[in-house]
DNA sequence: CTGAAAGCGCTTACAG
DNA sequence: CTGAAAGCGCTTACAG
């Protein structure tokens, strides 16, 4: 009957017009070896002739392979719990998916220490995993992993930070430079012309590619952008404990009259506690992120501005769009940026990361 | 071999523990009728000590049903294209779950038109829908279609507004009352003691449950919870166009000095149309969403503040939680309330719905 | 009220 | 390099 035109489809269609079996089909499409160059090229014709589209639910109930992505991302430091949001997102999108067999490896790596990234990055088994979403802090290691993970085609996703130049899926995170630009337009508005302004960086792994550069470029490029004339002081503290970053700040402090304070991450908090106790919490301050010692300083009026930049909206979204490339083959945005979010004393009870 | 422990669990362990067939352990999982009650509580005890987690795989694999959602929304209209937002929203979820044989058929109704709305509602043919998902802006008529998918048993969830006492699923939307309350909050920074304060409800249909009424609960209360004693005008403006609007604002503007005023919902550029025409631009106005309209008067400095909540998120999570309750049986919160944004010309190029 | 068999669209050994 | 057969865990008729 010519009813069964409807069933002009799948790898059985497949294998009937190219007069072969099933399973040579399949072995085209996974590309396994064994087949002659004659029959894949005539089999790859007729599936995109019919514009086949594999069946995923018969494909993962006969292949009972498990799909394992491995997460590298920072866990909680002293210092900050800022990555307890990314992988909240990443925790919810792993269970969403679970029921169609994909398994979570965590790998946390501690941010102060280039070390522990090494270290976690030996520890995961290449040939189990099928993608891998990771914060690429360090960038020279990460650089030479994701090398490794190329060599072997496995596809993987950046969040929070970003590397160019490299063959990733897809990146969720900050536009690094525009929060810097955001921030300075910010400043604009809080601080009178000629005012110095400070800026501060402050991680224990500075060197020149650091991501907070990025920002730091977008902040300065906006007053130059709007040719004002604001002199800006900067200081790099590569200690992240309070009494090195009170002492480093107090220096600058005493030398020069500073109107307001830009620190390029969430470690404000440490600004902050410094300009309270040394009674010169009336200078301006803005800083990232929507930690709990941070939220403390925004609602006393000692921090005056967060960015945030949807943590665990990042881990989400990230790990989905790993799940729609290796199982559903889909392709999405390489570059999705977050919304950049100001955090102020009236609306932070409302915000929701 | 012991091994085969591990075999333990499924449609085929299930009756073979029962000792009936297959298909009788099938009928008792759907509920199907013609299984003696003896059987049905016997297979039962046995799915409940096993645990037993259908494979969804296997199941879409075998029953070749489609599920269908109904998708019941306002269309975008001539005064507001915020339904956009969530339609986008909806629709980006679709596509997630189309691969798992899901299909979405939408009926957009006149937000201006009660009649439509009933229209729309009988064009659904519910015996060939798992799922609504509907946006209940008449309350009267929604409850009405809301008992009748309880008595068919099909799950629905609510977005945008919420109608309590109903045994929907899910919400996701605003909490209107708290999204007055802090537009109260905003104000009261705005407005000095004792000046007087303007609440414009705009909708063709504002009867004594209307969902606007929340909102001017929430901001009313705001001002007795803080004993503050401005005086709070209210005007209910029936007609949606703007002559109509503007001789109504008109009217009591003659008649009262005004300081400020809160538009319930996103109609507030009609208001903003005419506070700058008649040259009473210097009033203080917060309204609602993030329309294109809204946008441009936000920027020119018409509109001081605009409270956003989320519509597109509205959307896709509202979708999710329908697919995951009906593919997979999952179950999540129930009030799903949106973080309250608080939009201004300075932080509105950044903003993502 | 119940069972036996076929089938959903793939993949996996195994045999050649 | 290729094919025939079995099987993944369910559901669907059909027969009784």
């Not at 030996?122 to 060599?151: M, N, R």
């Not at 996703?157 to 955001?182: A, C, E, W």
């Not at 002199?231 to 309070?242: F, S």
């Amino acid at each position: 009957m010519s009813a069964k035109d409807s069933e002009l489809t799948g790898v059985k269609e497949i294998a009937r017009r190219a007069n072969v079996s099933r399973g040579t089909v399949d072995r085209v499409i996974h590309n396994r070896t064994g087949v002659s160059q004659k029959t894949i090229d005539i089999v790859n014709a007729i599936i995109k002739e019919l514009d086949y589209q594999p069946n995923i639910f018969a494909r993962s109930l006969a292949s009972k392979k498990q799909v394992v992505f491995a997460v590298l991302i920072p866990g909680v430091s002293l210092e900050t719990n800022y990555w307890e949001e990314p992988l909240l997102g990443i925790t919810e999108a792993g269970a969403e998916i679970s029921p169609y067999g994909i398994t979570l490896k965590k790998y946390l790596y501690d941010l102060n220490d280039k070390k522990s990234f090494l270290e976690q990055i030996a520890l995961i088994d290449l040939s189990t995993v099928q993608g891998v979403l990771l914060a690429p802090s360090f960038i020279e290691e990460s650089e030479h992993f994701v090398k490794k993970l190329e060599s072997r085609k496995i596809p993987y996703v950046f969040i929070n930070s970003d590397i160019q130049g490299h063959d990733s899926l897809s990146y969720f995170g900050p536009d690094l430079y525009k929060s810097g630009y955001l921030s300075a337009h910010l400043m604009k508005y809080l601080v009178k012309e000629g005012e110095e302004i400070l800026i501060v960086n402050i991680s224990k792994e500075i060197d020149n590619q650091h991501h907070l550069l990025r920002k730091e470029e977008g902040f300065r490029n906006y007053f130059i952008d709007k040719k004002l004339t604001n002199p800006i002081l900067k200081i790099d503290i590569k200690q992240t404990d309070y009494a090195y970053v009170s002492k480093s700040i107090e220096d600058v402090l005493q030398r020069h009259h500073v109107a307001a304070v830009f620190v390029t991450n969430s470690r404000v908090s440490t600004v902050a506690k410094y300009l309270k106790r040394s009674g010169a919490a009336n200078r301006l301050l803005i800083g990232f992120d929507y930690t709990k010692e941070n939220l403390a300083y925004l609602k006393s009026g000692d921090i005056d501005f967060l960015i945030c930049q949807k943590p665990r909206e990042q881990g989400y979204k990230g790990l989905m769009a790993l799940y729609q490339f290796v199982v559903h083959a889909k392709v999405g945005e390489k570059n999705n940026f977050m919304p950049i979010d100001i955090i102020t004393s009236e609306n932070c009870d409302f915000y929701i990361n």
